[in-house]
């Protein structure tokens, strides 16, 4: 067995403190939307501005993940990945004081910038362990940091926002971050496996390097992260406007909305560990990427783009919660393929960068949707209505995104294209 063929030594040490990474900026993302009622009320705010505060925190997110994702090719992932965990603890001090509808954007817009990377950089960290057969259940685990992130951080933040008030709640998510780094700085480590060159299957590597035009419009690529930004459409809305719509729409207490706001992530969470361990065992047993990891995803998705519909239809709170719930977080598991097909298509020395791109452009849906559901709500005729003409728009987004997936990712074809390019390339004597 090579180097190529298992992980290294200490691999799964470094996806349990990168999978708390990934917990902690999911907590940091959701406490907004789990206050959003107290929030509204003390700051005297619309739905459209709320919309607003929602979306600012995307607003940096995908430039400082482009700009981290470039940085992470050169500068160990050890040193960033510490820089950003204190970034976002200390800013979430000020909230403990008086804060004003602008402090409060403004300390999100950087919590945006400091977490853009985040995704990008932890997984190009986590794949300097794991070779790439190897890479669909630790990417799950990782992403699955998001999920427990809200599974665990949401009782405990909804007891603090009832009992003392949501300034408390950011304050205690700035403990734990500067908690975390200290850990990652006595035990974080960097990686040191190091994938083969792009080549056509028989051939020698061509080369380490592909231009980068040639990787950007990549069908593949450009197929997985519309499917990727179709749904993050809805995780956006879930971060911003999940408790908000119970509470608001549904007439749920704060408790009870907070509550419920996990229910989500469990699903989520179940869905995507069993797809990527599903996803590892086809591969692994020789089925091409484009089923495994391309059609299989991509029709999750589109699957859940046709449960959301049906919200406007029923009439009972219960069915809501249960359509909302699936119809957002059945197709979860294109979050584990998207870093898995751009890292199989892209030459290492490169990876970091368009992990990094990939991400921006899937998390740029988190810039428009929270206000643009804001605006649908404020100008319904009910609160409710609002919401769910919300959910439907969400419903077609990802049948649209599921749907393009299912036709254009082929990750096969794509790669010998590419090692065709790779190949152009080494005869080349400038570098692309």
């Known amino acids: 067995m090579t180097q190529h063929d298992r992980p290294l030594k200490g691999a799964w040490g470094m996806t349990a403190l990168i999978f708390l990474f990934m917990l902690i900026n999911f907590a940091d993302k959701v406490v907004v939307g789990l206050a959003a009622k107290p929030i509204m009320a003390e700051l005297n705010l619309t739905p459209e501005q709320f ?95 998001s999920a427990l992130g809200v599974i665990v951080a949401v009782p405990l933040l909804n007891y603090i926002i009832v009992n003392y008030s949501w300034h408390w709640a950011f304050g205690a998510l700035g403990v734990v971050g500067l908690l975390w780094a200290v850990l990652w700085l006595f035990l974080g480590r960097e990686g040191t496996l190091v994938d083969k060159p792009i080549a056509i299957e028989g051939a020698e590597p061509a080369a380490e390097r592909i231009p980068y035009r040639y990787l950007l419009t990549c069908p593949s690529i450009l197929a997985v992260c519309c499917a990727g930004f179709a749904s ?22 704060q408790t009870m909305g907070g509550n419920l706001f996990i229910l989500p992530w469990i699903f989520g969470m179940i869905v995507v560990l069993g797809g990527g361990w599903l996803s590892q065992r086809l591969k692994k047993a020789g089925v091409s990427s484009r089923v495994c990891r391309g059609a299989f995803a ?61 991400t ?27 919401y769910e003409q919300g959910f439907v728009i969400l419903g077609a987004l990802l049948l649209a995104g599921g749907i393009i997936g299912l036709l254009f990712i082929r990750p096969e074809a794509d790669r010998r294209r590419l090692a065709a390019h790779a190949a152009a390339a080494a005869l080349q004597p400038a570098r692309a």
Not at 87 to 103: A, I, R
Not at 361 to 384: E, K, N
């Open 298 to 358: 991509a029709a999750t998705v589109a699957l859940g783009g046709c449960v959301l519909p049906f919200i406007a239809v029923v009439s009972d709170p219960g069915l809501k919660i249960a359509l909302l719930v699936v119809g957002t977080a059945v197709g979860s598991t294109i979050f584990v393929v998207i870093p898995m097909i751009v890292s199989e298509l892209t030459p290492q020395p490169q990876r970091a960068a368009m992990l990094a791109i990939a």
């Open 51 to 145: 919309g607003f505060l929602g979306s600012s925190f995307f607003f940096l997110f995908a430039v400082t993940g482009v700009a981290g994702g470039f940085l992470a090719n050169r500068v160990q992932t050890r040193h960033m990945l510490l820089a950003m965990a204190i970034v976002w603890s200390v800013v979430q001090f000020p909230m403990l004081g008086t804060v004003t509808f602008e402090v409060l954007i403004a300390c999100r817009i950087v919590l945006g910038a400091g977490e853009g990377p985040a995704g990008p950089v932890a997984t190009h960290a986590l794949y300097k362990w794991f070779p790439d057969a190897l890479r669909g259940i630790p990417t799950a685990i990782v992403a699955q940091g």
């Open 232 to 253: 993050y459409w809805g995780l956006a809305l879930g971060l911003t406007w999940f408790t908000a719509y119970l509470v608001d729409g549904l007439g749920f207490s």
């Open 360 to 386: 921006s452009t899937v998390t740029f849906a988190g810039v428009i949707a929270p206000f643009a559901m804001g605006r649908v709500v404020q100008y319904a005729a009910t609160r409710q209505a609002g």
